[in-house]
């Protein structure tokens, strides 16, 4: 199951999301080549990841940060950017491209956080800008619960497309980091649930101002949890490559 678009337009141009993507795209490229070599892209990660045990021992604070514009493969880097692509604009939009820039940072930040004192002695390096994007989730959530999201579903070979509330896409792919969490040593290497559920959570409390200023439950009320615009429309068209009768 996988989101590749929403139905909610964004009414400025994202350029902080722009950036970000362009930011993270160019940051992997430039580290691409050392991943040829086990031990450079160690000595790599080991300088500029974050490490709990490094951060226990006084060291590597640096890499709260530096981590978040890091990925350990192409799949994980299209998968994040994917999700900011598609929830980013509309966060942006409500929050400025200022209000965004540091929104943003601090979900990663406070996500890279709660990962560090979920497991302080591991010596695993973790990447990624799934925390931030998790904050944005969290954000968007509460903003958005009824918005659209189309999502891909594939059963073997059955390719569907099928609208769904994001309140139900984002509360499962929320559910999932908690059970991932709780069915995976924190000091293992893998996914690092711990630190989506805390970005995800402090995205959402992060929003919780904007949202009271936009009048609370009252914007629920008036919107019924759609954005407060009209919503975006896509068709889908009959593939245009011929069919071939079978006798």
Do not use: C
Not at 140 to 147: C, I, M, Q, R
Not at 175 to 194: H, K, L, N, P, R
Request: net charge neutral; no cysteine.
């Amino acid at each position: 199951m996988f989101p590749i678009r929403d139905h909610n337009p964004s009414g400025r141009t994202p350029f902080v999301t722009y950036a970000l993507i362009i930011a993270n795209v160019g940051i992997f490229l430039s580290y691409l080549p050392l991943m040829q070599n086990d031990q450079q892209i160690m000595r790599f990660y080991f300088d500029y990841a974050l490490i709990p045990a490094l951060v226990s021992e006084g060291q590597g604070f640096g890499g709260f940060l530096t981590s978040m514009f890091l990925h350990g493969g192409w799949m994980h880097l299209i998968g994040n950017m994917l999700f900011l692509f598609i929830f980013g604009d509309n966060i942006e939009d409500e929050m400025g491209h200022v209000g965004f820039s540091l929104f943003y940072l601090a979900a990663g930040l406070g996500a890279g956080f709660i990962h560090y004192i979920s497991a302080p002695g591991s010596p695993v390096p973790t990447v990624g800008a799934s925390g931030a994007i998790a904050g944005v989730m969290g954000g968007y959530l509460l903003l958005f619960p009824k918005a659209k999201v189309d999502i891909l579903i594939i059963i073997v070979i059955i390719f569907r497309i099928i609208p769904i509330p994001a309140f139900i896409m984002l509360g499962l792919w929320f559910a999932m980091q908690i059970f991932g969490g709780f069915g995976t040593a924190a000091d293992e290497g893998g996914v690092a649930y711990w630190a989506h559920v805390g970005g995800f959570v402090i995205g959402l409390a992060l929003t919780i101002p904007l949202w009271l200023r936009l009048g609370g439950p009252r914007f629920w009320a008036s919107t019924e949890g759609h954005p407060p615009h009209p919503e975006a429309t896509y068709k889908l068209t009959r593939s245009r490559v011929p069919s071939v009768r079978r006798k």
